[in-house]
């Protein structure tokens, strides 16, 4: 089969990265945490009518952002994490952010840790069409039978993986979904969600994960 | 395999500015879709569950009645300025200031502009103190042209991407 002679090219649309915290109640006041950021130059989302102290109140949502770094937090669900352009920034901005925290507030964002998360989502250009090559992954006989019930020619539009026997409630799982992008469809749209209750295993899985996902690509279209 | 499509259950508008879903970024593609898409953003429901298409729809405060707190989304036409950014632009809402720390202004608004919206070296645009993009151009006769005649509610100046050096005033 002709190979396309064109590099793939792999571009980072949005990485998320960040804990979901193990406590009953969560151990930052939005007042302290506004405060600690603005403190360390971060720009705060705008609030009106905040309720004065010691009203305890629960919050969500982009809280404050410096350079292209946001920062979100839930404290229902215990999340705190960023936003950022690249993974790479993103692991790097988290700990930047956990530094402030641990110094202005006392509070360590590598423990007590429920698990840690990483949710990135990528743009891959291949010169290639995914809609064409993605097909190549399918199980013939499944879309044959497939076929016959829906009465259309059909075929398979994202492939998606995740760990075999995994549980997909479970604090340790990912899921990689590779599919053709909606917007153009020319290049693929990779989504990746990543979580595991420790931080070594998101930054092995981080690591290579680029590279591991060109591959997948290469693979496919092979 | 589950045909049934969470972005084709139709929620009244009421109902979704209710709904106040937390960003949680541990769930899969398909539960984040599930979840974010409904209440937050507007939805094409032709699209497939496992993209993050997300509307500019920037208007949106979500005040459910649980009294959560949900800061509205940093707006994506205007980047984060540093401190001295902000220290000198207060000092120029006071007066005049000396046209070296109207520079450096001007360079650190820039800068972070360029950053934020990823613009290509060489460029032309005209941007406000603020740091939004008004117009762009690869040349500065064509920015100018752009321009032109337009009457705009905050001063803007033009710089050239790449560059330390600005062209103008307005």
Redesign the interface.
């Known amino acids: 089969m002709a190979m396309s002679t064109k590099a793939p090219k792999l571009a980072t649309?949005?990485a998320?990265y960040?804990v979901?915290l193990d406590y009953v109640i969560f151990p930052l006041d939005?007042r302290d945490l506004r405060y600690a950021l603005a403190k360390n130059?971060y720009?705060l989302?705008?609030?009106r009518d905040?309720p004065a102290a010691p009203t305890r109140?629960?919050?969500?949502?982009?809280?404050a952002?410096?350079?292209?770094t946001?920062v979100?937090v839930?404290s229902?669900?215990g999340?705190i994490?960023v936003v950022d352009r690249l993974l790479q920034e993103a692991s790097a901005s988290f700990d930047n952010l956990a530094k402030v925290i641990l110094s202005e507030l006392g509070v360590d964002l590598n423990s007590k840790v429920k698990?840690h998360?990483?949710?990135v989502?990528y743009r891959v250009d291949t010169g290639k069409t995914p809609l064409k090559e993605i097909p190549k992954a399918e199980n013939k006989e499944f879309v044959k039978k497939f076929n016959e019930i829906m009465k259309e020619d059909l075929s398979s539009?994202?492939i998606?993986l995740?760990p075999k026997n995994a549980n997909?409630n479970d604090k340790n799982?990912f899921?990689i979904?590779i599919?053709p992008?909606?917007?153009d469809e020319s290049r693929y749209?990779i989504?990746?969600?990543y979580?595991n209750s420790e931080r070594k295993m998101i930054e092995a899985f981080a690591k290579n994960l680029e590279s591991n996902l060109l591959k997948l690509v290469e693979f496919i279209e092979a | 395999m589950a045909l049934w499509d969470p972005l084709n259950v139709l929620v009244p508008q009421d109902e979704q500015n209710r709904i106040a879903p937390s960003k949680d970024s541990s769930l899969s593609t398909d539960q984040e879709a599930a979840i974010l898409h409904p209440a937050h953003f507007n939805v094409d429901s032709t699209i497939e569950p496992a993209s993050r298409i997300i509307s500019l729809d920037r208007e949106l405060r979500v005040e459910n009645q649980l009294g959560k707190i949900e800061p509205p989304e940093f707006p994506v036409d205007r980047p984060w300025l540093p401190k001295q950014a902000h220290e000198i632009l207060e000092k120029l809402k006071k007066g005049p200031i000396a046209e070296k720390e109207l520079i450096t202004l001007m360079e650190l608004i820039a800068d972070r502009a360029i950053e934020h919206f990823q613009l290509k070296e060489g460029g032309f645009i005209a941007l406000t103190f603020l740091g939004r993009i008004v117009e762009v151009s690869d040349t500065r006769i064509g920015l100018l042209r752009k321009i032109h005649g337009h009457k705009f509610t905050e001063e803007i100046y033009v710089w050239r991407v790449g560059f330390r050096s600005f062209s103008g005033r307005l």
């Not at chain 1, 109140?57 to 809280?63: F, V």
């Not at chain 1, 952002?65 to 292209?68: D, L, P, S, V």
Request: aromatic share 12%; charged share 30%.
């Open positions: 649309q949005e998320r960040g979901n939005f130059g720009e989302s705008p609030i905040l109140i629960s919050y969500g949502g982009e809280i952002r410096t350079k292209e946001r979100i839930d229902e669900s999340e994490g698990f998360f990483l949710s989502h539009f994202s998606r995740c997909i799982w899921d979904a599919e992008d909606v917007i749209h989504g990746v969600v979580r």
